[in-house]
């Protein structure tokens, strides 16, 4: 079992930034896919980015290239999600999760543990 924790949400101003965190214990490897998945009221869960563990290999979902940032901090078992220029469009449920592999890996069927969500707000 992989726990995960999310912290860091709030509510922001358009153009703002934020930084999520995801803590992450258990029966955590190298051989892991860690993402961040967001849903919006009324929309599916969508994929936002993924890290892999071992290289740090990055993916972003196109409408967050440029804008948000993951990486991890293997002593602290953490990953981040730093969020800049932020808009209203991102208001969601943020979620971390994480899957045993490697690679792109988009499809939150392939996620096996989930955190419990962290709500983050843009407002116009």
């Known amino acids: 079992q992989v726990q995960l924790v999310e912290s860091g949400g709030g509510l922001v101003q358009a153009g703002g930034s934020l930084r999520l965190s995801c803590a992450a214990s258990?029966?955590?490897?190298?051989?892991?896919?860690m993402g961040w998945f967001r849903q919006a009221p009324g929309k599916e869960r969508e994929f936002v980015a993924s890290?892999?563990?071992?290289?740090?290999?990055?993916y972003y979902a196109d409408s967050v290239k440029g804008r948000f940032t993951i990486s991890r901090d293997n002593a602290k078992i953490t990953m981040y999600l730093q969020m800049s220029s932020l808009k209203p469009e991102d208001t969601a449920v943020y979620y971390c999760?994480?899957?045993w592999g490697s690679g792109r890996i988009y499809s939150s069927t392939l996620y096996k543990y989930w955190g419990q969500g962290t709500q983050v707000t843009v407002s116009s």
């Open positions: 258990g029966r955590t490897s190298s051989n892991i896919v």
């Open positions: 890290i892999n563990w071992s290289g740090g290999n990055t």
């Open positions: 999760a994480a899957a």
